[in-house]
């Protein structure tokens, strides 16, 4: 294959050098590895060097066979990557919705004016530049202990880190000396899931462990009742153990609700093989965090759980892809699934009982639409993470268009107990159209955020009660459901029930659990304007309903809050109706689909822009 190679561009020592450690090193550099280890070899490029060459370029599409011009393709597709020299250390300063009520914008502005604006790479004393500098980010799933910093650095001993609760002094103090330790201790259990600080609590599933355990101790786990739900599924058998699974009523956790032991059945039943099993790990909606606090603090349970899938529904290997922003729940998977390799309950002969498992960890580079399961694959495979077509669906055609299950993080944990509970007794919680415990990102102007398990069936209310209230005993002025994906509902809608049909009846939706309050204090008009611009950064840009739809949406956003609308407010507000109606009806995925929900509930219930 001619390549065409860039011309003149050639790589470093220490370029090539990050390259062989991320594919190994070969006495035959033109005999190509898979491009599926294009996001890998990124990374560690990144990682090494801080920033992506055209030389560096040149020796991936070498290694990979793949023409620099479609790495490149790939490489600018994600934030966390950059093809410009940039400093080796900088601080991504969340400035998105569940941080702004927590102050995220005077962080901003105290750094702007210590610092100088997002970009700027700060000096020594002798006018030499320094080597980091500060940005504005997207969400960084820290909700509940915002505002939050991701610092990302490069070089040999790299280390991306988090600060949580963060001021100007200590983002200033990471960037003068990013090798220190974190200022702010790691998230803790009963920190980011409050209920865990009683160990008695009742009805705690999928959190019972939290706070309990050493998440990086197997025999911790497995001393709290680990891999008893593995060694029941390899008696039960796959059969039987989908069964129980359907029997269950358990359906998806991430947002669209799909009927989890279908979902096993059609990929255990499909002819083609081999199966995959892909475990997606991507919580990019604002507001949303519960999947991390759970590989956090019990990283077991997920590949316990991931292990009982693939087995049953003849998957051979299944694929982590965690969030590029979770530097700690990246570091504990890692531990966790090496753990368990090493004692036989990953590999060629899970538990001695025949069958083969095992997982490979795969870490996004911040792009929101990787969540989506086909875009998902794209960006395992190598490609542009852009949604494909459907159908066929993942069941018949997913990652390397093979049959693929995919689930997300708490919908896999939740299956440990039904293995070892049944699936009627699972079932039983809950209401009739909504099984099981629920958890919930309760986030914004609460007394306590963080994440809460309850029965479906729980009321918004008793919810808000749970996590203490507002703060500072306020006033609430709204509460957003699911996400910048969701919607608003009024104070006067919080005994509205928390189950698929409830949320969905009250035109609103669970999504991803995320419950964000907003007090009298914050300006709604802002958070609005922040969502419509997080939707025209993220759209992937590939149809056109999207890509032209987000930016008008966001254009009309802006004027609209800045007092300068065309025409008058009437005609801002159709035209925001009429780019909504296009997007829902004509965009590929459900970004494009549902990137105007939040925004039309605020404009029509709250009467935002009136």
Not at 45 to 71: D, H, Y
Not at 198 to 226: F, K, T
Not at 360 to 384: H, K, P, Q, V, W
Request: aromatic share 6%; hydrophobic share 40%.
């Amino acid at each position: 294959m001619d390549l065409h190679l860039i011309p003149g561009a050639v790589p470093t020592a220490d370029e090539r050098a990050a390259i062989d450690e991320a594919l190994g090193r070969t006495s035959n550099p033109t005999q190509p590895v898979s491009r599926n280890r294009l996001l890998p070899v990124l990374h560690a490029l990144q990682s090494r060097i801080g920033w992506i060459s055209e030389g560096a370029l040149n020796a991936v599409a070498e290694r990979l066979s793949v023409p620099p011009a479609e790495a490149y393709g790939v490489a600018t597709f994600y934030a966390m990557f950059s093809l410009e020299r940039r400093p080796p250390v900088v601080a991504h300063v969340c400035d998105d919705i569940a941080c702004r009520v927590n102050g995220a914008e005077a962080l901003c502005r105290a750094l702007q004016e210590h610092v100088g604006p997002p970009g700027t790479t700060l000096r020594d004393s002798e006018g030499q530049e320094r080597v980091s500098a500060w940005v504005r980010s997207p969400c960084l799933g820290l909700c509940e202990r915002g505002p939050a910093v991701l610092l990302q650095t490069s070089g040999r001993e790299a280390a991306d880190w988090t600060l949580t609760a963060a001021n100007s002094d200590d983002v200033i103090a990471a960037l003068a000396d990013p090798t220190r330790p974190p200022m702010a201790p790691a998230i803790t259990g009963p920190v980011s899931a409050p209920q865990t600080k009683d160990p008695r609590a009742p009805g705690l599933r999928l959190l019972r462990r939290v706070g309990l355990i050493d998440p990086d101790s197997l025999d911790d786990y497995r001393a709290q009742g680990g891999y008893a739900a593995l060694r029941r599924s390899l008696v039960l058998g796959p059969e039987r153990t989908i069964r129980e699974v359907t029997d269950s009523r358990l359906v998806g956790r991430g947002g669209a609700a799909f009927p989890t032991g279908r979902k096993w059945e059609a990929v255990a039943r499909g002819p083609v093989r081999p199966h995959y099993l892909v475990c997606n790990a991507d919580e990019s909606e604002p507001g949303t965090f519960k999947d991390r606090v759970l590989m956090e603090e019990d990283p077991f349970a997920l590949i316990e759980a991931m292990t009982i899938a693939g087995v049953a529904t003849g998957c051979e290997v299944g694929f982590l892809y965690i969030r590029g922003e979770y530097p700690t729940a990246t570091r504990r998977l890692q531990s966790a699934i090496q753990q368990a390799r090493a004692r036989g309950l990953l590999g060629r002969n899970v538990l001695g009982a025949g069958v083969e498992f095992d997982i490979e960890l795969r870490r996004g580079a911040g792009a929101y639409i990787c969540g989506e399961e086909t875009a998902l694959f794209n960006s395992i495979e190598g490609y542009r993470g852009e949604p494909r077509n459907k159908p066929p669906f993942p069941v018949q055609s997913g990652l390397f268009g093979k049959p693929t299950v995919v689930n997300n993080v708490e919908t896999l944990v939740s299956v440990l107990d039904i293995v070892l509970e049944g699936g009627l007794p699972f079932s039983r919680t809950g209401t009739s159209g909504s099984a099981g415990t629920k958890l919930f990102c309760v986030s914004g102007s609460v007394r306590e955020p963080g994440v809460y398990e309850v029965p479906f069936g729980a009321t918004l209310r008793e919810l808000i009660d749970l996590a203490g209230g507002v703060r500072d005993g306020r006033a609430l002025q709204a509460v957003l459901l699911g996400g910048a994906a969701g919607a608003f509902v009024t104070p006067a809608e919080l005994d509205m029930p928390l189950t698929l049909e409830g949320t969905r009846a009250a035109g609103a939706t669970l999504g991803s659990g995320v419950v964000m309050l907003f007090d009298d204090r914050v300006d709604l008009a802002d958070i609005v304007t922040r969502i419509a611009r997080f939707f025209r950064d993220e759209s992937c840009g590939q149809c056109v309903p999207c890509r032209v739809g987000t930016l008008r949406q966001e254009e009309a956003v802006h004027r609209l809050a800045h007092g300068r609308p065309f025409g008058g407010r009437e005609s801002e507000l159709a035209l925001i109706d009429d780019v909504a109606q296009v997007m829902r009806d004509a965009s590929i995925c459900g970004l494009g689909q549902t990137a105007s929900g939040a925004l039309q509930t605020a404009i029509r219930k709250l009467r935002v822009f009136a």
